[in-house]
């Protein structure tokens, strides 16, 4: 039978006394850091998740699933007006009614209805938009597509027919249409009775006269600036010792 020495029993209790100091710590460390963390959960405030823009967004861009991103946010800092994530698939589509900031919390009184805009935005300042029927020639038999630069030639009736002349004027709708891609679905060819074009004031006054009678519409190069000109006056050539009544001519 194995027997321990007074010094071999010393040790061995000495080092089970250890043992048991060292689990009675963790325990006493486990415990502690147990109590902490229910305390902090206990104290720690409840998030709620809000949509904001992930992104700056300008005043009437629309609002789509790409501009939004959830973000929590303690409880006591949200607003009444905060929208939450629920509320995400009753803006889609809708526009900004202000600049929005990149993360800013969305609320209902920045966000509206889209409104198409109005054909009178496309005008540049200064601009008049002006409506003319026009015949198949006129229109080419439908070569002249929204976009393109026109020159348009008629008479001065009031002026012994002196020639007008306005070049470089843009075609900015046909009918009721502002896009050519919209007259050209039409699959049996569709060609518009009239014809808008983007004038200045002084352009529009003299197109009125020309319109009083016929006038043509020459279709310009897309990429060319052209310059009005202007035909010389007829030379009526007298001719002196005729004996015929009338031997004048014009050229």
């Given at each position: 039978m194995l027997t321990l020495t007074p010094k071999a029993k010393l040790a061995a209790l000495v080092m089970l006394s250890l043992a048991l100091s060292l689990a009675s710590y963790q325990l006493v460390t486990g415990y502690v850091a147990e109590q902490a963390s229910i305390e902090v959960e206990e104290q720690r405030e409840q998030e709620l998740g809000i949509l904001v823009t992930q992104r700056d967004i300008l005043v009437g861009e629309i609002i789509n699933a790409d501009t939004l991103?959830?973000?929590?946010?303690?409880?006591?800092?949200?607003q009444d007006g905060w929208l939450r994530p629920e509320d995400a698939p009753s803006i889609l589509g809708l526009?900004?009614?202000?600049?929005?900031?990149?993360?800013?919390?969305?609320?209902?009184?920045?966000?509206?209805?889209?409104?198409?805009?109005?054909?009178?935005?496309?005008?540049?300042?200064?601009?008049?938009?002006?409506t003319s029927l026009v015949s198949v020639q006129q229109l080419h038999n439908g070569l002249v597509k929204?976009?393109?630069k026109v020159t348009l030639r008629g008479n001065n009736f009031q002026e012994n027919n002196k020639p007008l002349v306005l070049v470089n004027?843009?075609?900015?709708?046909?009918?009721?249409f502002d896009d050519h891609a919209q007259i050209d679905v039409n699959?049996?060819?569709?060609?518009?009775?009239?014809?808008?074009?983007?004038?200045?004031?002084?352009?529009?006054?003299?197109f009125e006269t020309m319109r009083m009678q016929n006038f043509e519409v020459w279709l310009q190069h897309a990429e060319s600036s052209y310059v009005s000109v202007t035909p010389s006056p007829p030379i009526k050539i007298h001719r002196f010792f005729a004996k015929e009544v009338e031997l004048d001519a014009i050229y």
């Open positions: 991103v959830i973000r929590n946010f303690p409880q006591s800092l949200v526009a900004s009614s202000r600049f929005i900031d990149r993360g800013e919390p969305l609320t209902a009184n920045a966000i509206e209805p889209y409104q198409t805009p109005r054909f009178a935005a496309k005008l540049r300042p200064g601009f008049y938009a002006v929204i976009g393109d004027i843009p075609v900015i709708a046909m009918d009721n699959p049996s060819h569709y060609l518009p009775s009239t014809m808008t074009f983007e004038l200045t004031a002084e352009q529009a006054a003299k």
